[in-house]
């Protein structure tokens, strides 16, 4: 990405943090913002970083969108003592009716591209990504949900625009 989140968290809490990141101008746009960036392909994995060197590893608005989510799951586990995972809500009631109603598919605020010029490859839901962590042994510390920067807890599958785990191996 563009470092904003990185940038925020350097300011706001103090944090020392390095992002990955394959597009060159995407790491100019970091480089603006003063943020430490690593030229590379995060589906690659973070071979470059022993284990546990980072105390979080974060995942914002990008498993939608690597090739090999498996493989950079795992490494994000290995590198960082928890990570956090963002990601939209293929399921949010919005897109469903987006898709049921309007028989295209959904342009919204949390996905905000159409059809042909989506960086998305997959399209999970809530209920996909807890399935997924329980399947391979992955432990949710946190979740999160939200719906126009709105906290949602009921039937968050359904009324979520987008989801934020931590999660632990």
């Known amino acids: 990405g563009d ?38 392909d995060i589906d690659s994995g973070l071979v470059e970083y022993p284990g546990k060197s980072f105390d979080y590893v974060i995942l914002n608005q990008s498993m939608q969108q690597v090739k090999k989510i498996e493989y950079v799951l795992q490494e994000a586990l290995r590198v960082g003592r928890k990570t956090i995972v963002g990601f939209p809500n293929f399921a949010s009631i919005k897109a469903r009716c987006m898709l049921c109603f309007g028989g295209r598919s959904p342009v919204t605020s949390s996905l905000p591209n159409y059809w042909y010029d989506t960086p ?50």
Not at 11 to 40: M, P, R, T
Not at 142 to 158: A, G, H, M, T, V
């Open 3 to 40: 470092g904003e989140l990185l940038h925020l968290l350097a300011k706001g809490k103090n944090v020392k943090g390095q992002g990955i990141e394959l597009s060159d101008d995407a790491i100019y746009k970091c480089v603006e913002k003063e943020v430490s960036v690593f030229h590379g």
């Open 120 to 169: 998305n490859l997959r399209f999970l839901s809530i209920k996909d990504f807890k399935v997924y962590c329980r399947q391979k042994g992955m432990k949710i510390d946190q979740e999160y949900y939200l719906s126009d920067k709105r906290k949602i807890s009921f039937c968050p599958n359904l009324f979520a625009s987008s989801a934020i785990f931590v999660i632990e191996k």
